[in-house]
């Protein structure tokens, strides 16, 4: 349970899938959670408003939504929902603190976050931001490649430094040396992954390798 959350008034801009989903996690919190949305409701999902309100959130829609002034401690804002819309205007003219779905899930993340920052992207919730194309599957493959050639490159440099104790120990599970496992077995390139294959003999990778597909 996070306290953070505990019995405070929070809106949840939009009733899409991600905004439910939203408010389904701040009501696990104990939060008292609404969710408005500038459509009708007769325009919404049954089973959406049905699902909100069985866990206990309110739902407000069409011009009750766009209107209401309630009190609230925070505002969370749906992708779909445009800020410059009368249901965002509705919130930020009252200075409510407003963030987004993405901000509020990193809140709740409990080890460091990586991701791939377009120009459009606000950094500010990223603990490790990486300037990039993030809609382009070159960029990506460019990216996640290096990375992947880094952590081999980590795995490798672990093994080596380790007592030979506990690389006998340990063999199994980082690269099943010492098991005749899938490094030391004849595979379809005819030695193994790394055993005179494809690679042509035991090469490490080197981290600053990106693999170009």
């Not at 959406?48 to 804002?77: M, Q």
């Not at 965002?88 to 409510?96: L, T």
């Not at 081999?152 to 098991?179: I, K, N, V």
């Amino acid at each position: 349970m996070n306290p953070r959350y505990q019995n405070k008034n929070i809106a949840v801009l939009g009733a899409g899938l991600s905004g439910t989903a939203a408010a389904l996690l701040l009501r696990s919190q104990d939060a008292n959670v609404s969710v408005l949305d500038s459509a009708t409701e007769n325009k919404l999902p049954e089973s959406t408003i049905k699902n909100l309100r069985d866990h206990g959130v309110r739902v407000i829609s069409g011009p009750a939504a766009e209107t209401n002034r309630d009190a609230y401690d925070l505002a969370v804002l749906s992708p779909g929902i445009d800020p410059d819309s009368t249901l965002a205007q509705n919130f930020s003219s009252r200075n409510i603190e407003m963030i987004g779905e993405l901000e509020l899930g990193w809140r709740f993340c409990e080890v460091p976050l990586v991701a791939i920052t377009d120009s459009n992207c606000d950094p500010s919730s990223i603990d490790y931001p990486i300037p990039g194309n993030d809609d382009a599957i070159r960029s990506i493959r460019l990216i996640t490649g290096a990375l992947a050639d880094a952590c081999l490159l980590g795995a490798s440099r672990r093994r080596e430094a380790a007592p030979s104790g506990s690389r006998e120990r340990d063999g199994g599970r980082d690269g099943r040396d010492d098991r005749g496992g899938r490094d030391d077995r004849g595979g379809r390139d005819g030695g193994g992954r790394d055993g005179g294959g494809r690679d042509g003999g035991n090469r490490v990778p080197d981290a600053s390798v990106v693999y170009r597909r």
